[in-house]
């Protein structure tokens, strides 16, 4: 393999295809990037074996050929370099001679046919989704995906299309994010169902961040498969049944109380600041025309805030874990904020003001 292509293009594409590489190299093959040159340019790709992410580059290839270097060490070399064309020769010893300017460095590679190959790409039916759409969904609802690798089911984003709708949920069985829309017209046909890893959805944000136009999304052989452009996504579904997340919204909350988000995220910022490490509810005692939120740490101390809010009804005490509130505040667009309460032992609905379509179940804990 003999090409030569432009350090900025090159640090673009291996930046996102050597953040998915196994950092932990279990198998030492997958701490590399595959490389592999031809006539139509240069492609990159890594995987975990769960997550696999491919990106197509132009470059000059003098002589097409494959071979794998270290992922990390590839891009922390080629990002320091100057903003030059780089020349990448491998000889037959899986040497790779790397040259830009007055920089010269030699890698050990591994041979290609020791690489996981790509998955099939060719699914039943398409999903498009405008990119900007797809990312807003992502950004509403993976801040609820748990952690806990013991419940597996809990660790991915559920995507749904079916013939009228569009649904992406998460939960980690103390709050619950979900989006529902109307399925876009220019959206395809395919009816789909799959349960995505945190760790692909996290690479699908990066990849729709800076793009347009649609992201591509099909299923093969128990695979996703996400395309845009010149990137291609691939990630293993997750094989475990999801909650039956209609059972956990509420259908009847009496008391519906709206607040400013920012007069919120700013008492609740300020008001957590006394919690330290330990997760400790914050408790908001709701009354008419104002909430008082309050916030105890017993080694350190106490803290105290009043809002004001739009509420006529009785008053209503509650606790909750101010994190879920905040990052559910950090992913909504609304400046008010309708929260919908029955009582203080059941889930309350966190939704912008007059929005139905995405909603933030949080469980109450015990003040």
């Known amino acids: 393999m003999h090409i030569r292509i432009e350090r900025d293009i090159f640090v673009d594409a291996l930046g996102p295809v050597q953040s998915v590489v196994e950092v932990k190299k279990a198998l030492p093959i997958l701490s590399h990037v595959l490389l592999d040159a031809t006539p139509e340019g240069l492609s990159l790709f890594g995987t975990d074996l769960d997550v696999g992410l491919r990106k197509q580059v132009a470059a000059e290839v003098l002589t097409p050929g494959a071979i794998t270097l270290s992922a990390k060490k590839l891009y922390e070399v080629v990002k320091e370099l100057p903003s030059a064309t780089i020349e990448l020769q491998a000889d037959p010893d899986l040497q790779v001679a790397i040259s830009c300017q007055r920089s010269n460095f030699r890698l050990k590679g591994l041979s290609r046919e020791e690489f996981p190959s790509l998955p099939n790409l060719h699914g039943d039916g398409e999903l498009l989704l405008d990119a900007k759409l797809f990312r807003d969904m992502l950004r509403k609802t993976l801040f609820a995906v748990s952690s806990d690798q013991t419940r597996y089911a809990l660790t991915g984003v559920l995507l749904q299309a079916h013939s009228t709708g569009l649904n992406m949920v998460a ?29 692909a959805m996290v690479e699908a944000v990066k990849i729709a961040r800076d793009e347009v136009g649609d992201v591509r999304i099909r299923l093969s052989d128990n695979q996703l498969i996400l395309q845009q452009d010149t990137t291609t996504l691939v990630a293993r579904l997750i094989d475990g ?5 209609d059972q956990v919204v509420p259908t009847f909350t009496p008391n519906h109380i709206d607040i400013s988000k920012d007069a919120l995220h700013g008492a609740l910022r300020r008001t957590s600041a006394i919690m330290g490490e330990r997760t400790t509810p914050t408790e908001f005692d709701f009354q008419a025309g104002r909430v008082l939120i309050s916030c105890v740490n017993m080694d350190l101390g106490e803290a105290h ?38 009582d203080p032992l059941s889930p309350a609905i966190f939704r912008s003001a007059g929005d139905e379509r995405y909603s933030c179940v949080i469980m109450p804990m015990r003040i």
């Open 241 to 245: 049944q999801f909650p039956n997340y």
């Open 305 to 342: 805030e009043e809002v004001e809010i739009s509420y006529a009804g009785e008053g209503v005490k509650i606790g909750f874990n101010a994190r879920y509130i905040l990052e559910f505040l950090s992913a909504v667009d609304s400046e008010i904020i309708t929260l919908h309460l029955t």
């Open 171 to 199: 939960t980690d069985g103390h709050r619950l994010a979900l989006i529902r829309l109307p399925r876009p017209e220019t959206s395809g046909t395919a009816v789909i169902e799959a349960l995505i890893p945190k760790k």
